[in-house]
């Protein structure tokens, strides 16, 4: 009976009929877009022999995080935020069908990718505010944490699943067809999306122009100490903590000495980590500030344990409990954030979060790299660590040094 309460309370949000719908939906383009980008930057070394050429895709594709976020997030609170999503998801599959083309009769070139990949990075950052304003529409506000946690875990799933599906899809039949699996898979969204029962909202009332709301964005980030510990929570681990995708390739062929079947492992490892501490905080069900900082303490404290280590088994132990607290911390986040925010910021609540956990990200994958210039992954876990560490401990002094009244209206 334990474990049958246990198990409801994990899966909660999986009660409402278009979440159902949503997570379905999102797994198959969640999946598809992981594939694709396995097989694009596998194609862009394959037509330039240059990690450099790499790297400036995965630029150009976070790049526009940072400047149209907190416009997508404004945009948000102005229109029907299903009918975003059914636009972004539509252009995402017309440039996923266009890479196909382009590949399957062999007229790709580089520029293609950066091309793509830019208007690609534009439409992300401008539709997943809107995305994360669906899920709290549907679920409400009781179930928004189960939800967040339950779509951090679908996330990290495909993190897993797609890039294996992708090099398998890519070395049988070639990054052509991994392209076109991917645009099918946007379609796949799309039919869910139109399936969805939700009434049409009418325009929240204080919407006024884009640059407005920005500056409103902000206002709200600032107003309130628990919201602006979130946001600096999120924005510095982020941009100087989590910087993984740099890291872990680097862990496994300078630190362990490894080739790309460690690589993977140790990525899956991080993935399901990630993917227990999703469903740990879908059965908690609750948003807590302490969350996020005692989420933020752990993913520093763990990089520090980490740092010096050289043996396999010992860095995959530790790459699962890094796992966990990222989770806790990230997420947490999202759920706190959307909560604090009146109805009509909703979408830039969402914004908020985005642009503090992505906007940074081009600034800190090249510190990664320079400290792992300097000083190998020693130097990078362990400046990770220090940074993630003293971010929990500032928000945690500055909660204290909060009015009393303040911190028994919002113990979280």
Not at 370 to 387: C, E, H, Q
Request: charged share 10%; net charge positive.
């Amino acid at each position: 009976m334990r474990m049958t309460r246990l198990g409801g309370r994990t899966f909660a949000s999986l009660r409402h009929r278009d979440y159902r719908l949503y997570f379905a939906g999102s797994a198959v383009s969640f999946i598809g877009t992981w594939m694709q980008q396995i097989a694009a930057f596998w194609l862009v070394l394959d037509l330039t022999h240059s990690p450099v050429a790499v790297g400036a895709l995965a630029l150009v594709q976070t790049l526009p995080v940072t400047v149209f976020s907190l416009v997508g997030g404004s945009l948000a609170d102005r229109i029907d935020v299903r009918r975003m999503l059914i636009a972004s998801d539509c252009v995402l599959t017309v440039l996923a069908a266009t890479l196909a083309a382009l590949a399957l009769t062999d007229r790709i070139q580089v520029w293609h990718f950066y091309a793509l990949g830019l208007v690609y990075g534009i439409v992300v950052a401008l539709g997943s505010p809107s995305r994360h304003t669906l899920v709290f529409r549907i679920v409400g506000r009781d179930d928004l944490p189960n939800a967040v946690a339950l779509s951090s875990g679908l996330g990290t799933t495909a993190r897993i699943v797609g890039p294996a599906l992708g090099g398998l899809v890519v070395a049988a039949a070639g990054p052509g067809i991994a392209f076109a699996t991917n645009a099918l898979s946007y379609l796949v969204s799309v039919a869910a999306l139109l399936a969805m029962r939700l009434p049409r909202r009418p325009r929240a009332a204080g919407a006024g122009r884009v640059l407005t709301g920005i500056a409103e964005t902000f206002r709200f980030a600032f107003g309130e100490r628990r919201v602006t510990v979130t946001f600096f929570a999120v924005l510095l681990v982020s941009t100087f903590s989590f910087n993984f995708d740099v890291l872990l390739p680097l862990l496994a062929r300078r630190t362990l000495d490894e080739g790309a079947a460690v690589f993977g492992l140790i990525a899956s490892v991080f993935g399901m980590g990630a993917l227990c501490g999703a469903l740990i905080l879908a059965t908690v069900g609750r948003a807590r500030l302490l969350l996020v900082l005692g989420g933020a303490a752990g993913f520093g404290g763990f990089q520090l344990v980490l740092a010096p280590q050289d043996t396999l088994p010992v860095v995959c132990a530790l790459l699962f409990v890094i796992g966990i607290f990222y989770i806790l911390w990230g997420s947490s986040a999202l759920a706190v954030l959307q909560l604090a925010a009146p109805e009509h910021l909703r979408g830039r609540a969402a914004s908020l979060y985005f642009f503090a956990f992505m906007g940074g990200a081009p600034l800190g994958g090249l510190i990664a790299g320079s400290l792992t210039s300097l000083g190998g992954t020693r130097l990078a876990f362990a400046s990770a660590g220090v940074v993630a560490l003293t971010v929990a401990a500032a928000g945690a002094l500055a909660l204290v040094r909060a009015s009393p009244r303040r911190v028994e209206a919002h113990p979280s």
